[in-house]
């Protein structure tokens, strides 16, 4: 027993001082240990997008939306036939390059209005995309197509 405590003794002294002369040696040359990294590898340029806190969550967005839908939207010949009206939901993903990836018709009203909607998303220019402080995002937009006799 006598051995073991004299032994244990032994090993905690020389830990302690091997502790203590690492300390040493990295308060002598104020150089933070964490901070201080120096890797052999070749120095790269990368370009990585700083979040902008200013921005917040900014939604994708389409300028003059109204007005482009009311330039480019086709009343339906059925549709009128039929004396339909009411309105189309279609929920659009935007991607972070501004492009709609995908559409999904959430309302349909028939007669050749949906299609003349979609037709409509389907030839638009590009979004504003989305962010997420400052950094380009996919986002969700649920667009309403308003279908009314006159």
Request: with cysteine; proline share 4%; net charge positive.
């Amino acid at each position: 027993m006598k051995t073991f405590r004299l032994f244990l003794s032994m090993a905690l002294l020389g830990f302690l001082s091997i502790h203590t002369m690492q300390a040493q040696a990295v308060a002598s040359t104020n150089v933070n240990p964490l901070e201080h990294v120096t890797t052999k590898a070749p120095k790269t340029t990368l370009t990585k997008a700083v979040p902008n806190m200013a921005l917040g969550l900014q939604r994708a967005s389409f300028n003059d939306l109204e007005r482009y839908v009311e330039e480019h939207l086709q009343y339906p010949e059925l549709a009128k036939k039929h004396a339909v009206e009411g309105s189309v939901k279609i929920l659009v993903v935007v991607s972070a390059e501004g492009n709609i990836t995908k559409t999904q018709v959430i309302n349909s009203l028939g007669f050749g209005c949906d299609e003349a909607a979609l037709e409509v998303i389907k030839n638009m220019p590009g979004w504003v995309p989305a962010s997420n402080y400052g950094i380009a995002a996919q986002d969700k937009r649920l667009l309403e197509f308003q279908f009314r006799l006159q």
